[in-house]
């Protein structure tokens, strides 16, 4: 019995050694993680994380087009638009000029993995009128004609989604200031403009904003990606490529379709977010609690007012830096996805009792127009205590 028990440790041990031996020679199992950007929802509206404008080898990008899928869905994307230039095809000897196929590559794969994929095209002509992007589109071939003009009726025929790309475009605009020409004015009055990119890239163009604005188009943050997206943006260190955010009814081309046509969008880059008030205001309250509007203060100390980031936005407050009697901090940041403290110091002379004041606030980096932050009041009220007995 003792030699047999003997035997079976031994047989044991040989097979954890086997074991671990295996494990360290065998290749790491690749693991599959997505990682969206956390934005909440506002009320009555789902928010949706979109890139409408991607390229792929199929014109001057480098790569295959399901790789664009695997990677929205790593990065956290609801959608995005396979946009292959229809002019400019520098791979034409290698592979052919088939303007739909990237789409019907990538779809599959984005149907497995729960990524909207829509089909587009970058009609691509010098400036003016630039480059634009069409998208819904159910077929890209007719897109493809001499006239910019008809190209862009062509697919406004097919009841397509029409935005004017990176219009301040250092290849367009050596100063990378956007212009506005006449074709932009023939263009919107035609019916043909319902967006434009207000950052695009690492880069934002007020002038795109504040035409947005003046022109009832939609607000968009997008990529333009050509390479690997590991290779454009840090991913792994958490550096992120645009988005634009889509408040849509439903999660659905559907939804995405109706709200962009209905301009309920918001452009997230570079860690700033431009929009409309309308839909700016109701996300940061969404992201942003107040933990303790009420707090106690002795004259002579300070309090401490917890507000509560949900989100991945990082919010810098900017204000005035008093409220009556009180002392507050010019400038606070939020930090993202945690609790920051707004210190709040009473002045030893103030008098004892209850204060209700408003810290006069903007969010600086969060724009509905371009020239200023978006309003943050914060509403506390203050117990102020006598001093603390000697």
């Known amino acids: 019995m003792p030699r047999r028990s003997a035997s079976l440790r031994l047989a044991g041990l040989a097979i954890l050694v086997t074991v671990a ?3 360290r020679t065998a290749p790491a199992h690749e693991v599959r993680v997505r990682r969206p950007l956390r934005v909440p929802d506002i009320p009555g509206y789902v928010t949706l994380r979109c890139d409408f404008h991607t390229h792929t080898v199929f014109s001057d990008g480098s790569v295959w087009p399901d790789i664009r899928s695997e990677e929205a869905w790593r990065e956290g994307y609801d959608a995005i638009a ?3 230039h229809i002019e400019y095809q520098p791979h034409k000897d290698d592979l052919p000029t088939n303007h739909d196929r990237p789409f019907e590559i990538a779809a599959p794969l984005g149907e497995k993995l729960g990524v ?3 089909r587009g095209s970058e009609v691509t002509r010098k400036m003016p009128p630039g480059h634009f992007n069409a998208i819904f589109l159910k077929m890209s071939k007719p897109l493809e004609t001499p006239e910019w003009r008809d ?3 062509a697919a406004r025929a097919q009841g397509a989604f029409l935005f004017w790309n990176h219009p301040g475009w250092r290849g367009h605009q050596k100063d990378g200031v956007a212009r506005w020409y006449p074709e932009h004015d023939e263009i919107l009055a035609a019916g043909l403009m319902d967006g434009i990119e207000v950052a695009n890239d690492r880069e934002y163009y007020p002038e795109a904003h504040r035409w947005a604005l003046e022109k009832d188009l939609a607000i968009l943050a997008n990529s333009d990606i050509h390479d690997p997206s590991n290779l454009a943006w840090h991913v792994h260190e958490g550096d992120r490529r645009p988005v634009t955010l889509v408040f849509a009814k439903e999660r659905s081309e559907e939804g995405i379709r109706e709200a962009l046509f209905a301009r309920r969008t918001a452009a997230w880059a570079d860690g700033k977010l431009a929009g ?4 700016l205001r109701p996300l940061v309250a ?3 609690t107040i933990e303790n ?3 106690a203060v002795r004259a002579g100390d300070e309090g401490y007012v917890r507000l509560r980031n949900d989100s991945d936005l990082r919010l810098v407050l900017e204000g005035e830096g008093a409220a009556g009697e009180v002392v507050v901090p010019g ?6 996805n945690g609790t920051s403290l707004l210190p709040v110091r009473v002045p030893k002379k103030t008098a004892p009792g209850p204060r209700r004041l408003e810290l006069v606030y903007a969010v600086s980096n969060v724009r509905p127009t371009p020239d200023a932050g978006l309003p943050f009041p914060v509403a506390i009220e203050v117990e102020v205590l006598p001093p603390a007995p000697k």
């Open 21 to 23: 031996a295996l494990a």
């Open 331 to 336: 400038t606070l940041v939020v930090a993202p």
């Open 151 to 153: 190209a862009l009726k």
């Open 286 to 288: 969404a992201a942003v």
């Open 116 to 118: 909207l994929v829509l």
């Open 276 to 279: 409309r008030e309308r839909e």
């Open 82 to 84: 396979i946009t292959d």
């Open 293 to 295: 509007p009420k707090l």
